[in-house]
């Protein structure tokens, strides 16, 4: 069973980093993929990033330049480094896996962490 517990969430100000911590368990890296979504109050769940098989990244318009992915297989665990944050930024952030080399649309994605709530705000 794949499962995946989120981390590094909290409150910064705006123009501030956060990195996140995805550590995922019952996950063959080098198969799957590794996405990052988020969910604002009132909002749909969106894609921020994903990580593939190969360890090529992709990124949202709305975060590229400003965030990225990445993992360390030793540690089973997949970080979203997170600068220059904007309060727009602020939302419930998830990790999820799927067993696809690359990236598949949110509706793909098999398993998913609880979540780790980032709030931007002075």
């Known amino acids: 069973q794949v499962q995946l517990v989120e981390s590094g969430g909290g409150l910064v100000q705006p123009g501030g980093s956060l990195r996140l911590s995805c550590t995922v368990s019952?996950?063959?890296?080098?198969?799957?993929?590794i996405g990052w979504f988020r969910q604002a109050p009132g909002k749909e769940r969106e894609g921020m990033s994903c990580?593939?098989?190969?360890?090529?990244?992709s990124y949202a318009d709305s975060v590229k330049g400003r965030f990225t992915a990445s993992r360390d297989s030793a540690k089973n665990t997949a970080y979203l480094q997170m600068n220059s944050l904007k309060p727009e930024d602020t939302a419930v952030y998830y990790c999820?896996?799927?067993?696809?080399?690359?990236?598949?649309?949110?509706?793909?994605?098999?398993?998913w962490g609880q979540g780790t709530q980032v709030t931007v705000s002075s």
């Open positions: 019952g996950f063959t890296w080098d198969h799957g993929s």
């Open positions: 990580i593939r098989s190969s360890g090529l990244s």
């Open positions: 999820a896996a799927v067993r696809y080399r690359t990236c598949p649309p949110l509706r793909d994605y098999n398993y």
